[in-house]
């Protein structure tokens, strides 16, 4: 079992940055793959990135390719999503997950992931 927690939310305007982080409890993180996604109002959630156990692999959802990183923190139990030149069409509650059935790969659907954090806002004024 493993609980994950968001923070770094908040509001920002176009162009600007944020840092997304994901704590994660229990010993066993470090065997995780973890991903981000989002879901905006009205939308579905939707895979933004994800990253490998062994943090050697990463993807990303077009939308935000080239524009956000995804980093992982093994020490502090910790993985992030740092967003770049943010837009108004990344508003979006962001969630962290944890996938500890297939962490060499990385995962791009709901499905794959069995652990959910509570979420955090992001809002991208124009």
Known sequence: ????????????????SLRLACAA????????AMGW?????????EFVAAVTRGGGNTDFADSVKG???????IAKNTVYLQMNSLKPEDTAVY???A??????????SRGEYDYWGQGTQVTVSS
């Open 25 to 32: 409890s229990g010993r066993t993180f470090s065997t995780y």
């Open 99 to 108: 996938d500890s059935r297939n962490p060499w790969r990385v995962g791009v």
């Open 67 to 73: 524009r956000c990183t995804i980093s992982r923190d």
């Open 37 to 45: 996604f989002r879901q905006a109002p009205g939308k579905e959630r």
């Open 1 to 16: 079992q493993v609980q994950l927690v968001e923070s770094g939310g908040g509001l920002v305007q176009a162009g600007g």
């Open 95 to 97: 969630y962290c997950a």
